[in-house]
């Protein structure tokens, strides 16, 4: 049976007392003031249609326990010091925020003016990137996206990836872009590049052609470590605060031309996309399921887990909020593929929509909605929605 709040969470929303995941916000400035400068941005909490504003709960003494006590997280513009305090600080604030957002809990439900501090309509914040992002690495963790790929450019052979041993045995991944991440709605322009020559013509320069979505997971990085100590696989989880959307935007003709000999540059260089809200592995605790089946003892996938440990086995450093992309999510039928290039055959076979229209890749003008829950009895753990639209590229 789902949890109740006193806040109105209507059954459809990704946002019920079992999420309570975790972002940063600025209110609005109302329309008197909208020439003042924009209010702080502070940590907050999703609760249906509502943000919880953590800092003004903290502000009232309501986070008491022997971790969150008389410490300054909530009154910091990102997530950082939070998630790198840990997993006992996390669960101490969840069982603390689950417990004021109850419905049988007056602390908060019967304190009009505090109620009326802390909860603010969605529709009156404006969402930020929840954390500093040091650095972002995007991994290639997908079996069926690789095999896709490799079977629309005539690749495989006999069913098997070739020259791609490697695949099977290491999370692949590559990082250094963190400065073009940027929060849902955040619209994209069109990037130019480098494409493949024409007969004896030389390279293309120009707007890409094959402007591409690629519909992914990642993890934000909670505690690192200490430069040259590995993480363990076995505590891995615990330096993962939590997942978030996320739009790895693609130019693929740049790609192409691009990737030989030290993989993908501008082509993959120009915007990554990430939902606001970050869900916390405790909420996604109860839909845990097995890994998938092993090859013997080789990989079909990788979990986050094994690309954190991975990333760190030769000592490298990983900070808090940090961000590890899972790659390209896909399935092995179209119903399930994650971007344009596996939908369109890259290019070969025109995707219809549902009004009629046609696309080999994204348009100026299209705009992109991603969007995941998790099915729970009565409930959903969401991720609410990222998006972004394609701007023409720069004169």
Known sequence: MALKSFVEVSADSHFPLENLPFGVFRPKPAASTAAADPLPPRPGVAIGDFVLDLSAVASAGLFDGPILKNSQCFFQTSLNMFVEMGRPAWREART?????LSADEPTLRDNDSLRDEALLPMIEVQMLLPTVIGDYTDFFSCLHHHKN???????????????????FHLPMGYHGRASTVVISGTDIIRPRGQGHPRGNSPPYFGP???LDFELEMAAIVGPGNELGKPVDINQAADHIFGLVLMNDWSARDMIAWEYVPLGP???KSFSTTV??????LDALEPFACDAPEQYIMLSRYWTITQQLAHHTVNGCNLRPGDLLGT???????????????ELSRNGQKPLTLTNGSERKFLEDGDEVILTACCKGKGYNVGFGTCTGKVLPATP
């Not at 790659?327 to 290039?341: K, L, N």
């Open 327 to 341: 790659g390209t999510i896909s399935g092995p039928d179209p119903e399930s593929f994650g971007c344009f290039t």
């Open 149 to 167: 790929c490799l079977t629309i450019f005539g690749e495989m052979e006999n069913g098997i990836p070739p020259n791609w041993e490697n695949w």
């Open 96 to 100: 603390t925020i689950q417990k004021l």
């Open 208 to 210: 890409t052609h094959k």
């Open 275 to 280: 939902s606001p809200w970050i869900v916390t």
């Open 265 to 267: 540059f501008l082509g």
